[in-house]
Every structure is written in structure tokens, then in C-alpha cells.
């Protein structure tokens, strides 16, 4: 019988090793993921039968989400979360297919998202094969939601509430990040107005000052709010979180009130 076999490997910007005939959870956004066929047969159907909502992802060598070449090429990691890679091949002994899911994990809580119409029992990816894989993903993304919430694992959820004054363009310390805590969400809202020609409230790392947010315009009006895009987990080392305003001319002054709420592990 036909034995179909993909292939997947990470080429840009960071390579990342082969995987042979088993799905992948090391993706990330902006990831070129080349897929291959292991077997040489007279027939393929590649397909990406699931992207993720918003994805563009297509085949390079067709310039669609499918391609009837041995070696569809590859495809670009464009949004976070699982894209499902199906593959019909023949040879003289029939025609077999294989799905692999190449997941780039959810930037906040770090969930395994799965493809819609995606079970078990119905389509067979390689690391679902057994009855209980399927499930324990599940249970896996449960345990992570309810460690967001304060539900267990001896996490918790903090809100932080500061009120920033700049005297100087120096960052201000909001809160220390320790490894494994996600900031979810922050706003700054600016209370009064700033001088300068063009000042920017940035928020983010002291490893990155803006990985998280760049927010403001020439003119930083009162009561205008900012609010930061989806952030990752702390990895690597612990760091601070912190805010700046850049841009400022002369005496810097002004004052804002930025709202974070972190979970911590």
C-alpha cells in the first residue's frame, strides 16, 4: 500500500531542523516552513486544507493553498496558530494520504490551537495517532486557560495600576517580568498634555523598548488612551516592563496613567 511521508523543515530566518511524518509545535509568525514529500510516487495532491483566520499562507510553487509537484516548496508562518497540511500520494500501489499540523503556538497563553473539524477519531494527524493525544492537547490548553485566570498551578493575576510622571526621557519601571509571566494587556492613557514637537509613548522591555507598543502621534493629548498589541511570554531572562516617551524637546514634562494586567506564574 501507498505510504505517504511529509517532510517539514524552517529555512528563514532561523533555521530549524527536519521533521519527518510528525506535526510541529516551533513555528512562529514569520517563519518560512519548506515541505517535501519523502516518497517518490507517480501522483501528489498537496493541500493546506487549514490556515488560520487571516492567514494569506500559500504553496511557493503554485502560488495557491494547493500544488500537484512532488515538492510544493514552501510557505510563510503569517498568523499564530495550527496550519494543517494535507498530502494525497500515489504510487503503483494506490493512493494514501497524511496530514501534519504545523502550529505556531498563540502569543498569549502559548495554547495549541487545533484546525476546525480537527479530532481524533476523524482526521488522523501524526501526533493524535493514539486515542488519548487528541485529548490530552485539550486538557493541555484547559490547564493554560485556567492558569491565565488564577485557576491553579500556582499562578496568579495581577493588575497594575501606575501613574507615570516623565521628569527626563529615561524609561520608568513599571513592574518587574519574571520568566514565563504574559503581559495581556496595557493601556496608557495620558493626563496631561506633553511638551515637545513630537513625543511617543513606547512601551515595552529593557532587553526591547518597543516590543510592545509603540503608541502616540506629534501631538500627546489629554485623556487620548493607547492601548499595547498582543504580547509573549517572558523568556530567556527575567526583564522590566516599562514605559518612555521619546521625541521630547527642552524640559520633558507631562504624565500619564498606564493599566497592565500580567499573568504570572
Do not use: C
Not at 521533521?19 to 514529500?37: K, M
Not at 500537484?68 to 494535507?86: E, M, N, Q
Not at 515595552?204 to 518597543?210: E, L, Q, S, V
Amino acid at each position: 500500500m501507498a505510504t505517504a511521508s511529509i517532510r517539514s523543515r524552517v529555512i528563514a530566518p532561523v533555521a530549524k531542523p527536519d521533521i519527518t511524518n510528525a506535526s510541529r509545535d516551533d513555528l512562529a509568525a514569520g517563519d518560512v516552513v519548506e515541505l517535501e514529500s519523502v516518497n517518490t510516487g507517480t501522483a501528489y495532491q498537496w493541500s493546506i486544507a487549514f490556515k488560520p483566520e487571516g492567514s494569506t499562507a500559500v504553496f511557493s510553487s503554485s502560488g495557491s493553498e494547493t500544488a500537484i509537484v512532488k515538492d510544493p516548496g514552501t510557505f510563510s508562518v503569517d498568523v499564530d496558530g495550527p496550519y494543517l497540511i494535507r498530502l494525497a500520494f500515489t504510487d503503483g500501489t494506490g493512493t494514501t494520504e497524511q496530514f501534519v499540523r504545523l502550529r505556531a503556538l498563540t502569543a498569549v497563553g502559548g495554547l495549541k490551537l487545533v484546525a476546525a473539524g480537527e479530532r481524533y477519531d476523524t482526521i488522523r494527524v501524526p501526533v493524535d495517532a493514539t486515542a488519548s493525544g487528541w485529548a490530552d492537547e485539550q486538557n493541555f490548553n484547559l490547564t493554560r486557560l485556567l492558569s491565565l485566570i488564577g485557576g491553579g498551578g500556582g499562578s496568579s493575576t495581577s493588575t497594575i495600576k501606575q501613574v507615570i510622571t516623565f521628569a527626563s526621557v529615561s524609561p520608568v519601571v513599571v513592574t518587574a517580568l519574571s520568566v514565563g509571566d504574559v503581559v495581556v494587556d496595557v493601556y496608557v492613557k495620558v493626563t496631561t498634555d506633553f511638551d515637545g514637537a513630537a513625543p511617543e509613548i513606547t512601551v515595552g522591555t529593557t532587553a526591547t523598548p518597543d516590543l510592545y507598543m509603540a503608541a502616540g502621534d506629534s501631538d500627546l493629548t489629554a485623556t487620548n488612551t493607547y492601548q499595547a498589541t498582543p504580547m509573549d511570554e517572558v523568556a530567556g531572562a527575567a526583564t522590566n516592563l516599562e514605559v518612555t516617551v521619546s521625541g521630547m524637546a527642552g524640559a520633558t514634562q507631562g504624565s500619564a496613567l498606564l493599566v497592565a494586567l500580567i499573568h504570572r506564574v
